[in-house]
T-cell receptor, first 114, second 113 residues
Framework: NAGVTQTPKFRILKIGQSMTLQCTQD?????MYWYRQDPGMGLKLIYY???????DKGEVPNGYNVSRSTTEDFPLRLELAAPSQTSVYFC?????????????FGPGTRLTVT | GNSVTQMEGPVTLSEEAFLTINCTYT??????LFWYVQYPGEGLQLLLK?????DKGSNKGFEATYRKETTSFHLEKGSVQVSDSAVYFC????????????FGKGTRLHILP
């Protein structure tokens, strides 16, 4: 199993540009999450999904959108990039059964908005 | 609401030293407690967990005991190695069905050879 994969690894955007961060998991997990990690600030939840077709806002959803058309994929969309969105973005997944809060993380996408 | 507070870093130790990273929490009832580790350039991975009071989680020589009386879950290791250099996150999940995992701010650990 590849686990959780994210693309791209790095990206530089200009203010106002848009992009989609891709996330795929092959563990058949029903829960998926997007976090951002700012230096010294831990992780903040942007959006999450409990299954295909179901998404919900986390702590910091403004400026982002998500969709979950399949169990495997959970892309994160930035429509109008702003410097405040410069961060490292992590996708994670977990299984709602047994140990639902053991989250499996992807390697991250480092995004710079200038 | 629920929260996690962990000691600020960076923490710098020599190889074979004893490690303690403090973590305290605020929550109602008996939350589940976790330590995650993030190695350079990677995502977080679960290191250990404890789901009820007095439980001890352990993995790779690391241990943490769920102390309800002091609302703490301190991470310890008897003899650290250079390969333990990473950022360590304490985390909590509350008792409600819809509670999400809450991460502390992370503690960066440097081990000197």
């Amino acid at each position: 199993n590849a686990g959780v994969t994210q693309t791209p690894k790095f990206r530089i955007l200009k203010i106002g540009q848009s992009m989609t961060l891709q996330c795929t998991q092959d563990m058949n997990h029903n829960y998926m999450y997007w976090y951002r990690q700012d230096p010294g600030m831990g992780l903040k939840l942007i959006y999450y999904s409990v299954g295909a077709g179901i998404t919900d806002k986390g702590e910091v959803p403004n400026g982002y959108n998500v969709s979950r058309s399949t169990t495997e994929d959970f892309p994160l969309r930035l429509e109008l990039a702003a410097p405040s969105q410069t961060s490292v973005y992590f996708c994670a997944s977990s299984y709602d059964g047994g140990s639902p809060y053991e989250q499996y993380f992807g390697p991250g996408t480092r995004l710079t908005v200038t | 609401g629920n929260s996690v507070t962990q000691m600020e870093g960076p923490v710098t130790l020599s190889e074979e030293a004893f490690l303690t990273i403090n973590c305290t929490y605020t929550a109602t009832g008996y939350p589940s407690l976790f330590w995650y580790v993030q190695y350079p350039g990677e995502g977080l991975q679960l290191l250990l967990k404890a789901t009820k009071a007095d439980d001890k989680g352990s993995n790779k020589g690391f241990e943490a005991t769920y102390r309800k009386e002091t609302t703490s879950f301190h991470l310890e290791k008897g003899s650290v190695q250079v390969s333990d250099s990473a950022v360590y996150f304490c985390a909590l999940v509350g008792v409600r069905r819809d509670d999400k995992i809450i991460f502390g701010k992370g503690t960066r650990l440097h081990i000197l050879p």
